[in-house]
């Protein structure tokens, strides 16, 4: 009986750990974007970005973000997660049949690295970004 009990109370003990709770944030701001400054991915595998609102990349502002890159029959030759510790990234090799880069933030908020702020995004921030024939945007 002690067993039971002590297996029922871990149970809900686990159940109780495993909700998803809203990440608290220090403000809202639902106007900020992701912006590419730079991709040359199929000729070096670089590719530069930042976040940023009205056109303008505040620099610091980080997030998590994963990178997904596909060819044009819509197949992903790549993909990868970064911490957000760094905006500009540099691939492993050149991916010459890249024809699309899809960037999503991992977290619902960006966190501001000089106050350690945590700025609610509602949502997510995305990019579908379309590289140019010529690359080299």
């Keep these: 009986m002690k067993q039971l009990l002590t297996l029922c109370i871990g149970l809900l003990g686990y159940a109780a750990y495993g909700q998803n709770y809203p ?3 220090d403000y ?4 900020l974007e992701l912006y590419i400054l730079e991709e040359r991915i199929r000729e070096d ?3 530069w970005f930042c976040i940023g609102k009205n056109g303008e990349c505040i620099m610091n502002l980080s997030v998590g973000y ?3 890159i596909y060819d044009a029959e819509g197949t992903e030759i790549w ?13 492993a090799k050149p991916l010459p049949s890249a024809e ?9 908020f960006v966190v501001n690295t000089l106050t350690t702020s945590r700025i609610g995004t509602i949502e997510p921030l ?11 945007s």
Excluded: M, Y
């Design 45 to 47: 595998g670089s590719l």
């Design 100 to 108: 699309r880069i899809e960037i999503k933030a991992v977290a619902p």
């Design 66 to 68: 994963t990178v997904r």
């Design 28 to 31: 809202e701001d639902s106007d």
């Design 23 to 25: 990440v608290p944030v």
């Design 126 to 136: 995305g990019l579908v970004h379309r590289l140019e024939l010529n690359s080299g």
């Design 79 to 91: 993909n990868s997660i970064w911490t957000g510790r760094t905006t500009d990234i540099r691939f």
